[in-house]
């Protein structure tokens, strides 16, 4: 390939002039294209343009700015540099400004001359201190060659002309691109400069979109597959029962005899309740008074005394005697009659009211006396009064009694739970609670406005070492079954035990399994990675197995996880137990 006529240097925005000077003098092409930044202060100033006119004219380069600002175009053409819009474009000298004669003339005593034959010579300090105006206007008096009104234009030695092409100027001195360079300068579009702000979001994207992947790959592939497998075998139930003497004094398991060593825990509980009293009770002055007494006519033997303390009725109230009354005869009117006689031998009786009330107030009221038959009697009472009060009834004591609400239930799972501590496993058919204290706070006829009663019960339950209750029962399986068949569960977690009379002599029944002694580890590890088909393959080949069912999930799986967690083992228990253990 042959070598590049020109060299395009490519100028920052922080370049200072002397920089970019260096850098044109540097290159080793006569051809030099500055690719200058947008708002590049070096180039917005004359002096400078100047400078950098005549050091690469010394040096015998020519110079392109490659530039689109329009700002830059009267300064380059002022000085006389060629400017293009791209690489590709045409380079030219813009149109430089114009100046009124009379302003030039006015200003030549302030110009700073600068001659081109020996650049280092010129003086820096001095061009900076002069104005643009003065500097552009000493440019273009002092120009040798007449400034032409058109553009004047050279051509990049490294790209194609063509007279088709060429482009015309524009009033404003710039070049309109010809059809060929707009058609490129669309192609050169597509060539920006990279948005890395939008590339980096996309590769964060990208690297989000891949760990989801990722990811999710593993759970579909890892945490997803599981396998279950049901095993089928031909292991049988059997019921089974076995003596059990509890004993909190033994230390050891005595198998000879079946004591078992226990532990007995008990717990007392208090329950409350509390009703209204609803007796009421007369507390005002009982009534008085007297009653004749007539055992009937004087035939047959003589009635029984009525002793002081009786009690004789009237309209339901009752009051009491109070002297000793005997009968003896009375003759009236050829009539003769059993009459009662105070031991005074008077025929007025005194009785008293047995409650306060003016209700006991009687007027020739007619009296019974229970137990004696031929007795009766009449008279009045008086002086009662009413001065009612509140006092509990029996009544109101047992209403309070049923209202007592016991828990029972608690009572026995805090026996449970004092066993299970302990280490001893509880049996829950021991669970006793024993005859309630029921205390009342206030006795019945007592004036008060309620009544409070108490319940006191003390439950109890045995507990025994689980591994001795173990050692009975398994003991009593092979005793039934013989050896040749291995226990897979004695049932002692569902046992029922009942009393042989005693609290402590109970009998241990329940249904256990037996059959083979399949492992669930080692079904599982063969289990592993293998597909349905294996599975039942290898795990049928038990002569004791009777079934195989295996279920791989999600749908997609066909084979069962490596991981044995990932496996679960169900071996079904007889269909009769109506239970299946899993694991």
Sequence with gaps: MAE???????????????????KVLSSKKKLVALVLPKRAAVFQSVVNMKLLKLKTDNAGKNLVLITTESSLLPLAGSVGLYVAKTLSSKPEIPV???MNESVVEANEEDSIPITTDDPDDVDLAALAAAPVGVLAAKKLKDANAPVDDGVETIDLDDEPSSSSNEAAPTRDGAAKPTKAEAKKSKKDKNLKVPNFERFRKWLIIGLIALVILIVGGLILLKTLPKATIYVQTDASNVNTSTNVNLSTTAKNLDPSTNTVPAKQVSETKTYTATTNATGQQNNGQKASGTVTMSAGACSGTQPNDVPAGTGISSGGLTFITQQDTSFATSTHNHNCNWVGQTPGGGSNIDITAQNGGANYNLNNANFTAPGYSQVSASGSTSGGTDQVVTVVSQTDITTAENKIVTNTPGAKQDLTTQLTQNNYYPIQDTFNAGTPTITPNQSAGA???????????????????????????NSAITTQEGSNQSILNNGLSTASFSSNGSPTALTMQ???????????????????????????????????????????????????????SKITVFIAKPTNSGANASH
Excluded: C, W
């Excluded at 063969?526 to 080949?541: F, L, P, Y």
């Design 4 to 22: 590049a006529a020109k060299d395009t240097i490519y100028i920052d925005v922080d370049d200072e002039i002397t920089t970019v000077i260096d």
């Design 96 to 98: 430089a400004p114009t």
């Design 447 to 473: 004036t008060a406005s309620s009544v409070s009663v108490t319940e006191t019960v003390n439950y109890t339950m045995y507990g025994a070492r689980q591994s001795d209750l173990n050692t009975l029962l």
């Design 510 to 564: 329940t249904t256990a399994v037996v059959g083979p002694n399949i492992s669930v580890t080692t079904i599982k590890q063969q289990a592993a990675g293998k597909k349905s088909a294996e599975i039942q393959a290898t795990i049928g080949q038990d002569a004791h197995v009777t079934n195989v069912v295996v279920k791989l999930s999600p749908f997609y799986v066909s084979t069962a996880p490596t991981n044995t």
